[in-house]
């Protein structure tokens, strides 16, 4: 195994991404249609949830992305650890475009431009000796891309800054949700596509410790509140971290100091060394937190500098005089159990991984089979997409190529209940079976994978993995 260094300077070396933006210009027009067919199609049900009211109501009435297609740039290739292909590569898009939504007590809304800048990983895996020898593609922002758009008849519309706020969220939730790391975009290229090979793991764990502030507050431009200037109030500090689309992690607050001491660690899943860490130091407050600043860097940059930073806070674009020291550890992902048995109460100690690949089988009426896979294990429970009959889909057949994870803690692994996968059609249970973790530690590396009876002919295939964990050097 590489070095840890090693790892993280890894290049291809940079290509030219001449012939993509040719082939893209030449592609533009069916990518246009099929990217607006996609976005009426799954993301327009999540505005429903995902909106606050009235703009909950807002439907696409139109959308044309115009003739200006997207540009690519500073494409690296490199190979991946299940003998596929990584391409990772700036993406902008700085189109005139026609898109209007509208609802019910909400005026029309027209979108007329948009800039979307973000930095994608492309998969492409697993290599196969069929043309065109790859079995699927799989597309993600490594980080949430940014996102600015301008409206048509801006003046005429009352609160356009609570609308474009509430709208760029949501759009950047739903494409979080869909397409930012760890979560990826799919798109088979063979039919019958093996997910297990397809599917890439995590790369290990990131022990992020969050240790002290300094100087925080001091800039007079740092504090919106211009009485607690005044009154020389001292901040009580605190810092939430994010890790792309990982869940949001704070600290505690520290009370009346500019130069706090946190020492507090989180454990982040990394799925990409170029993953950006971003860190937002606040002024807790009764009636709303105050901005101290942000400090970004990525997990490569923490590691490469040996662990240890100490970043510069920023406000409204500008430096400020804050600092924040954070420091971390990198432990990969091995097909070793050792670590599981650790004694480390808040460390991950490890990763229990669920693919759920394909059922097939299925009896009945088209038009009544929604299947879907519930996975459960402890008192953890997830559950695959709802699949329904609809052109070109074998509902009697449905693949859901998913996978879903949960850290393992000191003593989650002895003693453990089985994972149990449930076949779901619509809100019914229809066969389930259960497999001790027992079955997968005796497995080949950790990884079971099988096709499972569950009844009536019905069979599931899924894959279940364990993996612990090993400090990189």
């Given amino acids: 195994m590489s070095s840890l260094v090693q790892t993280l300077t890894a290049s291809g070396g940079p290509e030219s991404p001449g012939f993509l933006n040719d082939l893209v210009k030449q592609l533009w027009p069916n990518l246009a249609v099929a990217v607006a067919d996609t976005i009426k199609q799954s993301v327009e049900p999540m505005l429903d949830s995902m909106l606050p009211s009235p703009l909950d109501t807002l439907r696409f009435v139109k959308i044309d992305l115009g003739h200006v297609p997207v540009h690519l740039d500073k494409v690296d290739v490199h190979s991946t650890e299940n003998g596929g292909i ?275 089988g299925l009896k009945g009426r088209r038009e009544e089979l929604k299947p879907s896979v519930r996975v459960d294990w402890g008192e953890q429970t997830f559950r695959t997409a709802i699949k329904t009959d609809a052109p070109g889909t074998d509902i009697e057949n449905p693949s859901f190529d998913q996978a879903f994870q949960v850290p393992l803690k000191a003593g989650m692994v002895n003693g453990a209940p089985p994972v149990k996968l449930t076949l779901m059609n619509a809100e019914h249970e229809t066969g389930s079976v259960e497999v001790p973790l027992d079955e997968v530690l005796r497995a080949p590396s950790l990884r079971l994978e099988k096709v499972f009876g569950i009844g009536n002919g019905v069979t599931l295939s899924a894959g279940i993995w364990l993996r612990g964990v090993k400090l990189a050097e």
């Fill in 86 to 360: 990584k391409l990772d590569l700036d993406l902008s898009w700085d189109g005139a475009c026609d898109i209007e939504l509208d609802g019910k007590m909400t005026p029309k809304i027209g979108v007329e431009h948009v800039k979307l800048y973000g930095r994608l990983s492309v998969l492409l895996c697993p290599l196969t000796n069929v043309l065109p020898c790859v079995g699927a593609l799989q597309i993600a922002f490594i980080n949430k891309p940014s996102l600015k758009m301008t409206y048509t008849d801006a003046a005429g519309i009352a609160s356009l800054g609570v609308i474009d706020k509430a709208l760029r969220k949501v759009i950047i939730d739903i494409i979080s949700s869909m397409a930012v790391l760890p979560n990826r975009f799919l798109v088979k290229l063979d039919a019958a596509n093996d997910w297990f090979k397809t599917y890439q793991h995590p790369l290990g764990v990131l022990r992020l410790t969050v240790e002290s502030g300094s100087n925080l507050g001091e800039d007079a431009g740092e504090t919106k509140n211009l009485l607690k200037r005044l009154v020389h109030d001292v901040p009580d500090c605190f810092a939430t971290v994010n890790l792309s689309a990982e869940p949001e992690w704070r600290t505690k607050t520290v009370k009346n100091s500019r130069h706090p001491e946190w020492r507090e660690t989180h454990n982040f899943l990394v799925t990409d060394h170029e993953q950006a860490i971003e860190l937002d130091v606040k002024d807790e407050d009764t009636a709303s937190d105050d901005d101290i600043g942000i400090a970004t860097a990525t997990v490569k940059q923490l590691l490469l500098a040996g662990g240890r930073q100490e970043l510069r806070l920023v406000h409204k674009g500008e430096e400020t005089a804050g600092r924040l020291a954070v420091s971390a550890e990198f432990y990969r992902f091995v097909p070793d159990p050792a670590s599981l048995s650790g004694s480390e109460p808040e460390a991950v100690l490890g990763l229990l991984s669920v693919l759920v690949a394909a059922v097939r």
